[in-house]
């Protein structure tokens, strides 16, 4: 089990709080890679697929992946096997903030295992979210001064300069998306991580 699951598991047996953090982070996983099989023209039979996904541009279930989305997807079923994870898809929703926009991305992330980062009270100058980090992604929102800027998600296979970032706005999630903005960590009020 890895260290972010075994620190789950044993924060799991000090606080209830602690199992919605593991249900968190496996509703995110399952989104991700799914999205991932959605891209490619996977048809849903799940409850809770069919309620995400629109099926009626599906070619079928045995689908080619992208290389890129094989690789995420890969990382994303081992992280999901040693840490236990398991989402009812009977239901026909996942408590995850702002799907609607996650399911804009054209360019997926899967969340960090290991680590995060989060720039509290941003300073500097606004600047615009995409749904990719390529030349054909459209805009998903915009950084303003004073927003918290959250970096929980692995962006190793994206292009260089390129990160993804979830904004809050008075502790409220308002956006997400990639962004080749430079990061200057001395523009926060406050930084973890």
Same mark, same amino acid.
Do not use: K
């Given at each position: 089990?890895?260290? &972010?699951?075994?620190?789950?598991?044993? #924060?799991?047996? #000090?606080?209830?709080?602690?199992?919605? *953090?593991? $249900?968190?982070?496996?509703?995110?996983?399952? +989104?991700?890679?799914?999205?991932?099989?959605?891209?490619?023209?996977?048809?849903? %039979?799940? =409850?809770?697929?069919? #309620?995400?996904? $629109?099926?009626?541009?599906?070619? !079928?279930?045995?689908?080619?992946?992208?290389?890129?989305?094989?690789? &995420?997807?890969?990382? *994303?079923?081992?992280?999901?096997?040693?840490? !236990?994870?398991?989402? $009812?898809?009977?239901?026909?929703?996942?408590? *995850?903030?702002?799907?609607? &926009?996650?399911?804009?991305?054209? $360019?997926?992330?899967?969340?960090?295992?290991?680590?995060?980062?989060?720039?509290?009270?941003?300073?500097?100058? %606004?600047?615009? +979210?995409?749904? !990719?980090?390529?030349?054909?992604? =459209?805009?998903?929102?915009?950084?303003?001064?004073?927003?918290? +800027?959250?970096?929980?998600?692995?962006?190793?296979?994206?292009?260089?300069?390129?990160?993804?970032?979830?904004?809050?706005?008075?502790?409220?999630?308002?956006?997400? %998306?990639?962004?080749?903005?430079?990061?200057?960590?001395? +523009?926060?009020?406050? =930084?973890?991580?």
């Amino acid at each position: 089990m890895n260290r &972010l699951f075994a620190a789950l598991a044993l #924060a799991l047996a #000090a606080s209830p709080a602690s199992a919605q *953090i593991v $249900d968190e982070y496996c509703n995110d996983y399952w +989104l991700v890679r799914n999205q991932a099989f959605n891209m490619a023209g996977y048809c849903f %039979g799940s =409850a809770l697929g069919q #309620a995400l996904f $629109d099926n009626s541009d599906c070619i !079928g279930q045995d689908v080619a992946l992208s290389p890129r989305n094989q690789t &995420l997807v890969a990382r *994303i079923r081992d992280i999901e096997g040693r840490g !236990g994870c398991h989402v $009812d898809t009977s239901r026909t929703s996942l408590p *995850i903030p702002l799907t609607g &926009l996650r399911l804009q991305l054209t $360019d997926l992330a899967a969340r960090d295992e290991h680590s995060g980062a989060g720039c509290f009270g941003w300073t500097g100058a %606004g600047f615009t +979210l995409w749904s !990719g980090f390529r030349a054909d992604r =459209a805009p998903l929102g915009a950084v303003q001064p004073g927003d918290d +800027l959250i970096f929980l998600y692995d962006t190793r296979d994206a292009q260089r300069d390129w990160y993804y970032v979830e904004v809050e706005r008075g502790g409220v999630p308002v956006g997400l %998306g990639w962004s080749d903005t430079p990061m200057n960590w001395d +523009l926060c009020t406050e =930084a973890a991580g």
